[in-house]
């Protein structure tokens, strides 16, 4: 019997070192979606107390938000106008309250984070694993917290390290599936969150209603 030999090509299933702080720089589009979706009013305040290259400001300032953002280290462009980042801990940042706190932060950290934002803000989004809502530990935390919903991205967004990719890198389509969920202030327990999609190829609503 001719039993086939296993390829020899090299996989890419790692084709980056993991960042010693968790720092991973989401797809833009993630939160132009969620803004999009969500029509906050414009001219609220929003802060990302784990902003890393400022994704999240970015795309907060494009949907008419007032936004913010901070760090542990300064991970932003060096010409970022003054007073719009500042280094602190999360911990410092979420001290004072925000209409809305949103981020992309170190999974490891991402309850405590979590929680602290809820203080903070009243409507609160954060980017984290879509398992999150299936595994027990994690989802009997997320079902006693006051979640409203919970978006699905869909095609999975491409993570890329904070400090880039090494010479000779290329950066694949994503490999894990995340979904950004959503608490507002007053609301009692997860259990009736709202589940939805937020697509990548899909147009802003102000312009699909002109086509």
């Not at 414009?42 to 400001?57: A, Q």
């Not at 932003?76 to 001290?95: E, I, K, N, S, T």
Request: aromatic share 10%; charged share 25%; glycine share 10%.
């Amino acid at each position: 019997m001719n039993v086939p030999l296993a390829s020899t090509k090299p996989r890419n299933s790692r084709i980056f070192e993991r960042h010693p702080e968790n720092w991973y720089v989401e797809e833009a589009w993630c939160w132009d979606r969620l803004f999009d979706k969500l029509k906050f009013r414009p001219g609220l305040d929003l802060i990302d107390p784990c902003c890393g290259k400022g994704t999240v400001v970015d795309a907060a300032l494009r949907a008419g938000l007032r936004a913010w953002g901070s760090d542990i280290v300064p991970r932003w462009a060096p010409d970022a106008p003054a007073g719009r980042y500042a280094v602190r801990d999360f911990r410092v940042a979420l001290q004072q309250p925000h209409a809305i706190v949103a981020s992309n932060p170190p999974f490891d950290h991402a309850e405590e984070i979590v929680e602290a934002a809820l203080i903070a803000g009243a409507v609160v989004c954060m980017l984290l694993p879509a398992t999150w809502a299936h595994g027990d530990a994690k989802g009997r935390w997320l079902q006693h917290t006051p979640m409203t919903n919970v978006f699905a991205l869909t095609p999975r967004p491409k993570m890329e390290p904070g400090l880039g990719l090494l010479p000779g890198q290329k950066l694949g389509g994503g490999t894990k599936d995340f979904s950004i969920y959503v608490w507002s202030e007053g609301m009692v327990g997860g259990n009736d969150a709202r589940f939805g999609w937020l697509r990548r190829d899909d147009l802003p609503d102000d312009l699909a209603a002109l086509i």
